[in-house]
């Protein structure tokens, strides 16, 4: 292999280590991020996530006695009031108010991410209380008429690390789909280009070496995605950090299954092109 042909190999696994996380990136935004039937599908779940439903059941408890006095029986109530809307928080019905609160979350997320320097990303839990006191009261919980629905937050972003990553959201949403578009477009022409003007075993090559940029970029997406996360969650309340976690968890869940996809059809192209390439150069070695 010629030292220019090494130069352009090596300049297309960097370009593909900075491509592949990008166009990741600013289609997740995109697709997921900016889309409030995506984002409630990808929360969904967590209501029946254990953090979620602990962090709920706390904050209700917590706001619900403070408004109760009930002197030596007032540890009894509370711990009453808590697995009551902890049992609660198995069923149909909050799920339901679940997905409500976090349809109108994606919006203030949409509007943190957009917002002013200093403020927090946070979501909303008053429907679900709301949802929550509403049921308790049906069923003659004692007590349940005095829990107050008010804003209840739970912290996804703190302030400083919303404020360092307004820019990069706004970056990638500008970005949106196109980054994926011109990666795609710009590895069939090299392989093309390779193939059309050196032959079937340059072609080869070059597919090997995206092979090996589609792992290389995979693998700089996961540690992205990680450090990312350690990053976001550095900031957030104790309290708030296991439902928070979930969230984080929920929302990246995509992102993780295309590192995935993208090593194993990185690793599917590199495999190939070596193997093609040598049975390729056994073929001629024996016609010779």
Known sequence: MSAISAALSAVLLVLLAVLVPLSSLSAWVDLEIDDTDRYVAAVSPLSSDPAVQATVADLVTEEAMRQIDLGPLQDTVREFLHETVRSFATTEAFRNAWDTANRAAHKAVKAGLDGDSGQAVTIDLAPVI??????????????????????????????????????????????????????????????????????????????????????????VLRVLVAVGRNRVLDEVPGSDRDAAAAVVDALTASLRTTVWVVLAVGAVLLVGAVVARVLLGRRKAGRG
């Open 130 to 219: 709301d949802q929550v006191k509403q049921d308790l009261v049906r069923d003659g919980v004692p007590f349940a008429d005095q829990i107050p629905v008010e804003r209840t937050e739970i912290t996804l972003l703190g302030p400083d690390q919303a404020d360092e990553l307004r820019s990069s959201f706004r970056w990638l949403r500008y970005c949106s789909i196109w980054p994926a578009v011109a990666t795609l477009v710009l590895l069939v022409l090299v392989v093309g280009i390779a193939t059309v003007r050196r032959g079937l075993r340059a072609g080869l090559w070059t597919t090997a070496v995206v092979g090996a940029g589609f792992v290389l970029g995979a693998i």
